[in-house]
């Protein structure tokens, strides 16, 4: 029988060595990465062209065989996405948007929904992996809040980079959590806005890819609606310990 897990390994490996390998011909480029980073690696974005790559998203539901894990990779430039790449391996599906073309699964034009009404949406975000009981009260609360307002559903695949492509499709007309890191959302971020959504920090400003916060919703109206009842929080930015004056 074939060992679907092993598969989906194979092509995250693959994609990753893929870009690591680009990584080295284009020896200008900078690499910021989960397991980089975790090796004591820098996470620093410069103005110089950076890859932003998370080889497994959904490590949790990889080791419990939870059917949702995704390959994420972006690319920013003067720190802005210029592209980004999900490939959510279990499904076969594969993502892809470049700054001013499009946004794509498996070839096909992706557009976020129209919904403009919060009562209408089904909103998708995390439960996060921090167990601090303060940080876990405010993600109940807010889920709490987001619930009641009330709207159709909140769901949530265990993959950040899977949500936003999902609000990227058009089957959720919002995604947010607190916690976070860049490799997390750098290319599903280019994803969603080439599909005509909208990002922004929690508490409504601009996104800001280090701070480990994140909406990304269809329109500004939902974004705006859900920023209400966010009890935002502060993690510790990915940067804090590698911050530059560039
Ligand atoms: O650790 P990882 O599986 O690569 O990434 C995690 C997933 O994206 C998860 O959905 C999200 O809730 C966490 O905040 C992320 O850290
Ligand atoms: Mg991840």
């Given at each position: 029988?074939?060992?679907l897990?092993?598969?989906?390994?194979d092509h995250a490996?693959a994609?990753a060595?893929?870009?690591?390998?680009?990584s080295v011909?284009?020896?200008?480029?900078?690499f910021?990465?989960?397991?980089?980073?975790?090796?004591g690696?820098p996470?620093?974005?410069?103005d110089?062209?950076t890859?932003?790559v998370?080889?497994?998203d959904g490590?949790?539901?990889?080791?419990h065989?939870y059917?949702?894990?995704a390959v994420?990779i972006?690319?920013a430039?003067?720190?802005?996405?210029e592209?980004?790449v999900v490939?959510s391996?279990i499904e076969?599906?594969m993502?892809?948007?470049?700054?001013?073309q499009?946004?794509?699964?498996?070839?096909?034009?992706?557009?976020v929904s129209?919904?403009?009404e919060?009562s209408?949406?089904?909103?998708?975000?995390?439960?996060g992996s921090?167990r601090?009981?303060?940080?876990?009260?405010k993600?109940f609360?807010s889920m709490r809040?987001?619930?009641?307002?009330?709207?159709?559903?909140?769901r949530?695949?265990?993959?950040?980079?899977?949500?936003?492509?999902l609000?990227?499709?058009g089957?959720?007309?919002a995604y947010?959590e607190?916690g976070?890191h860049?490799?997390?959302?750098a290319a599903?971020?280019?994803i969603v806005?080439?599909a005509?959504g909208?990002?922004m920090?929690?508490?409504?400003g601009p996104?800001d890819?280090?701070?480990?916060?994140?909406v990304?919703?269809n329109?500004?109206?939902?974004?705006?609606r859900?920023?209400?009842?966010?009890d935002?929080?502060?993690?510790?930015?990915?940067?804090a310990?590698?911050?530059?004056?560039d």
């Amino acid at each position: 029988m074939t060992d679907l897990w092993q598969n989906a390994m194979d092509h995250a490996v693959a994609l990753a060595r893929k870009a690591g390998s680009v990584s080295v011909c284009l020896s200008f480029c900078l690499f910021i990465g989960e397991e980089s980073v975790a090796a004591g690696e820098p996470c620093v974005l410069t103005d110089n062209p950076t890859w932003i790559v998370d080889p497994v998203d959904g490590t949790t539901n990889f080791v419990h065989g939870y059917p949702f894990v995704a390959v994420s990779i972006g690319f920013a430039v003067n720190r802005k996405l210029e592209f980004g790449v999900v490939y959510s391996c279990i499904e076969d599906k594969m993502y892809t948007a470049r700054k001013g073309q499009g946004a794509f699964c498996n070839g096909q034009l992706l557009n976020v929904s129209d919904q403009k009404e919060i009562s209408q949406s089904i909103i998708a975000t995390e439960f996060g992996s921090n167990r601090d009981t303060e940080v876990v009260d405010k993600i109940f609360s807010s889920m709490r809040k987001i619930l009641c307002l009330p709207i159709h559903g909140i769901r949530g695949v265990g993959t950040a980079a899977t949500n936003m492509c999902l609000v990227a499709s058009g089957c959720v007309e919002a995604y947010y959590e607190i916690g976070i890191h860049c490799w997390d959302i750098a290319a599903g971020a280019i994803i969603v806005t080439e599909a005509g959504g909208v990002l922004m920090d929690v508490d409504g400003g601009p996104l800001d890819l280090m701070s480990r916060r994140v909406v990304a919703a269809n329109n500004k109206i939902i974004a705006e609606r859900i920023v209400k009842e966010i009890d935002a929080f502060t993690p510790l930015r990915d940067d804090a310990s590698t911050e530059t004056e560039d």
